[in-house]
């Protein structure tokens, strides 16, 4: 049986709850009839029952012997927030996407946003008008950040304390479907955050009911989930079925498993091994494609590498090492953890592993850091110039774009769309949006609250800020996040929108760029130049990438093959509001080829097919 309420067609309701030291739980529908009914206990400490004349938003508590009566750990809706009653959901739900595939990852072009602050009006539906302009920006995936329901109506997510209930102040589950069906009606797939490492602690019940967590590890929010002491079968059965749940119910086309450094699974068959085995059969059985991407800040290439050599077999996983590589250069900070970059030799590394920490010291943790990457296919790896974490866990959480200049925006979005990896977008990065992205929560214990409050300001003392952090429980915190989409009609704001979808364009209609069939990808790090040349080839065509760190005019020798060679890109033209190319529309190289290049700035050359040996 499926953990929490099912509706059946016929009016009854099945309910199966896991409370392995319960000797009796009883359902307690409160609404619309109010009546108790005790359930049947079974193996491994499972409760079930089958309940007639149960209508659709019925409201239940469980009552466990000798507790308080609390909320369902699977419940499917939490209408009066995280402490009362769960809510009875019909699963019913007109698709008319059946013809839906899904898409290959390598195509993957993501587009990451918080549903609360995408748009004014903070909901599922709300987002549905804005796809065309994503889709005609490029974008083939929208990422949401999680959805699980949290306390209140504001929080990044992460706070989640009902893995199967949809956030109601988003629109619940049924806004959930109607975003995801509009999605796959725009050619694009879904990827939802969901959160396996901890539960938030604000209506967090689950330990009420069995062994959830286990104190022999720690995460930083809390008791980590018990994947592998006593019990934890039922436990690790959960959280798979949480994932199976997903892509079947809501046809999600893709999970992003946040931080699972902060999962803890010393048995035989580490857990994201299990699910992700478990989400690639039931894709399988759907004929769709369902990719599993992991956040770790491990380095630990066994997560993505095959299980025939020993990996757990996930997709893709984030690599914030090549983030680090970008920002540093750019910005020159050194604090906290950029404190292990900034080096252009790190870049090059990053393209040409992965990994820039593959085993070496690291001084920020003060200890050696990862493992090689180097052969792992690189459309594994999910790169951004930003995300949520690495503008909103800034003390102002200011956005690259309060940080640097034009030109230096446009060649971080040159290094992300023009290299072989899978391209992340965080909402509004595309066209310069102003509004900041600060960690901002609403929970009800005062005590909590200050708790949330002094630890922001503990997390950043290593950067050495001295500000004082927004209040993350002000409601105009949450506000100042809300992002302004008129901006993309204005101005330099509408210059680099469409310089944005020209390099996505560029992306995707030159294939040499991501595929680059059997012939290895040339990286060549000149670094006195803090210049990065990426040359790739697939079966007729070849591109040459010219990334150029440097903040003065240089002149630049490129080794380049002999033929004819078109200028693709060029982020310096006039058009995109940079001072003038300085590379002519068309070259000839006879081996090498003299540039100018301005600072900051990105030159992409297409070799003429009819030259191409």
Not at 65 to 92: C, F, L, M, T, W
Not at 350 to 361: D, I, L
Request: with cysteine; hydrophobic share 35%.
């Amino acid at each position: 049986m499926k953990p929490g309420a099912s509706l059946l067609s016929d009016g009854r309701c099945t309910f199966c709850v896991w409370a392995p030291f319960a000797d009796e739980v009883r359902v307690h529908i409160v609404a619309p009839i109010d009546r108790v009914i005790p359930l049947t206990k079974s193996t491994r400490g499972y409760h079930h029952g089958l309940v007639a004349n149960v209508e659709p938003q019925s409201l239940y508590f469980y009552q466990l012997s000798g507790r308080p009566e609390r909320p369902d750990p699977a419940s499917r809706s939490q209408p009066r927030g995280v402490h009362g009653p769960s809510e009875i959901v019909d699963p019913e739900f007109l698709w008319r996407d059946e013809s839906w595939p899904g898409i290959p990852l390598i195509d993957y072009v993501l587009y990451e946003l918080h549903v609360g602050t995408f748009t004014r009006e903070g909901t599922f539906d709300a987002i549905i008008p804005y796809l065309d302009g994503l889709k005609d920006l490029g974008i083939t995936a929208i990422e949401l950040m999680p959805v699980a329901q949290f306390p209140g109506d504001r929080n990044w997510g992460y706070d989640g304390a009902y893995p199967y209930a949809v956030q109601n102040s988003y629109g619940g589950a049924q806004g959930l479907k109607r975003l995801v069906e509009a999605c796959h009606g725009h050619g694009l797939a879904v990827v939802l955050d969901v959160v396996y490492n901890h539960l938030g602690p604000e209506g967090n019940y689950l330990a009420e009911f069995g062994p959830y967590f286990t104190d022999r590890y720690r995460t930083l929010w809390g008791d980590a989930i018990n994947f592998d002491g006593p019990h934890s079968d039922e436990v690790r059965r959960f959280f798979i079925d949480n994932a199976i749940f997903w892509v079947t119910e809501f046809h999600i086309d893709a999970l992003r498993i946040d931080a699972i450094h902060g999962i803890f699974d010393f048995s035989a068959r580490h857990i994201l091994e299990e699910l992700a085995a478990a989400v690639h059969e039931r894709a399988d059985q759907l004929n769709r494609r369902i990719h599993v991407i992991a956040e770790s800040d491990l380095n630990d290439s066994r997560v993505i590498r095959s299980r025939d050599v020993g990996g757990y077999g996930l997709d893709a996983q984030w690599n914030d090492d090549f983030h680090h590589c970008i920002h540093t250069l750019l910005t020159d900070e050194r604090a906290g953890y950029y404190s292990d970059f900034g080096e252009f030799q790190h870049l090059v590394k990053a393209f040409r592993e992965g990994f820039v920490y593959s085993g070496q010291h690291s001084s920020y943790r003060l200890r050696g850091h990862g493992n090689p990457s180097a052969g792992v296919p690189r459309h594994r790896f999910v790169v951004f110039a930003q995300n949520h974490d690495q503008v909103g866990n800034r003390i102002k959480g200011d956005r690259l774009s309060a940080l640097v200049s034009l030109e230096a925006l446009k060649l971080a979005a040159g290094v992300v769309l023009l290299s072989p990896f899978i391209p992340l977008l965080f909402m509004g990065e595309e066209y310069r949006e102003t509004a900041p992205f600060p960690y901002f929560v609403s929970h009800s214990d005062p005590d909590l609250v200050e708790a949330v409050r002094r630890g922001r300001k503990e997390e950043f003392a290593s950067f050495q800020w001295t500000l004082n952090p927004p209040d993350p429980q002000a409601e105009t915190t949450y506000l100042s996040a809300k992002l302004d989409h008129e901006l993309a009609r204005k101005d330099h704001h509408r210059i680099l929108y469409e310089y944005y979808k020209d390099l996505i364009r560029v992306r995707k209609g030159l294939r040499a760029l991501i595929y680059g069939g059997s012939d290895p990808m040339e990286i060549s790090g000149f670094y006195r130049e803090r210049t990065l040349i990426l040359r790739r080839r697939h079966d007729l065509e070849e591109a040459v990438a010219i990334f150029h760190f440097s903040n003065t005019l240089s002149d630049f020798l490129l080794p380049l093959p002999a033929g004819s060679w078109a200028r693709e890109i060029d982020s310096s033209e006039s058009n995109w509001g940079g001072p003038g190319s300085t590379v002519p529309s068309e070259v000839i190289s006879e081996g090498e080829l003299s540039l100018r290049l301005n600072p900051y700035s990105i030159v992409l050359l297409r070799r003429n097919s009819e030259c191409v040996a």
